[in-house]
């Protein structure tokens, strides 16, 4: 399996992150996907990546970003669920040092 590296002119799926600071049970709006402590929105609408975050950004959420191998599948299996061969934004970034991928909302490398 190939690795693609996009930049922020390409198109994907949006993929929302609503985290709650509560770790007990959290109701997730309509349409979102619960997981932890979090609300998780699989957005068929096509944004490059900085349109996405502010989208993210005026839902009150943000671009996942992958804490534990748990998420990681909990997202894996959900993208496969919420259709096959569509590809989704995650908060990863490397706009400040060119390869050096960072999350952009917590800076963890």
């Known amino acids: 399996m190939g690795i693609t590296f996009l930049n922020s002119f390409s198109v994907l799926n949006l993929l929302f992150l609503l985290t709650f ?3 007990g049970t959290t109701e997730c709006p309509l349409g979102w996907h619960h997981f932890g402590s979090s609300c998780y929105f699989f957005s068929h609408e096509l944004f490059n990546w900085l349109n996405a975050e502010f989208s993210c950004r005026a839902h009150n959420a943000r671009l996942a970003e992958v804490q534990s191998k748990e998420q990681s599948t909990f997202l894996v299996n959900m993208c496969r669920t919420e259709g096959p061969g569509i590809s989704y934004w995650l ?3 490397d ?3 060119e390869g050096r ?4 909302q917590t800076d963890q490398v």
């Open 101 to 104: 991928w960072m999350w952009a």
């Open 91 to 93: 908060g990863g970034r």
């Open 95 to 97: 706009d400040v040092v």
């Open 21 to 23: 600071p509560d770790k």
